[in-house]
């Protein structure tokens, strides 16, 4: 009945925000349908603790899946802004990544790297429901290594 458990104040808030990931969708393109797809029975996101959310408010990952255009670059600014600390940024395919297949055109950005800072690139044209599986497990072990209370910074 008396049970105690010794650990780093450090590890146990980084274990809580690791297994819940509510992320707020911002799909542009065909990386939507796959991101969709990762919500299903077969990747089942949420037994990551990764649950979409409608609002940035209520969100501490944002998931760019697709081409992203200059003209919807402030929005995605924007949103980011407005999601509450810590929070994270992944981007979903080559188009998120680096412009992808729209790369020669002159209205789409090249990387929304250039507006947000991105903690995880996933690549692919479309990636698989899978890749972003693994993305979050990757997002998962940084969130473990950050420090935050303790002096030495990881």
Avoid at 27 to 39: K, P, S, V
Avoid at 107 to 128: A, F, H, N, T
Avoid at 129 to 139: D, F, N, V, W
């Amino acid at each position: 009945m008396d049970n105690v458990f010794l650990g780093k104040l450090d590890e146990v808030f980084n274990w809580c925000r690791k297994n819940s990931l509510w992320y707020l969708l911002f799909a542009t393109a065909c990386c939507g349908i796959e991101l969709m797809q990762a919500g299903g029975p077969r990747t089942d996101l949420d037994r990551f603790g990764a649950v979409f959310r409608a609002t940035p408010r209520q969100s501490d990952l944002l998931l760019v899946a697709g081409t992203i255009t200059y003209k919807m670059a402030s929005r995605v600014q924007r949103l980011y802004e407005q999601m509450a600390e810590p929070k994270y940024v992944i981007a979903m395919g080559s188009c998120a990544n680096c412009g992808g297949l729209f790369d020669p055109s002159y209205s789409v950005l090249k990387g929304v790297d250039k507006i947000v800072p991105v903690d995880v690139y996933i690549p692919g044209c479309p990636p698989r429901p899978e890749a972003l599986a693994e993305g979050i497990m990757k997002l998962q072990e940084k969130i473990m290594k950050e420090r935050n209370l303790s002096k030495a910074k990881a």
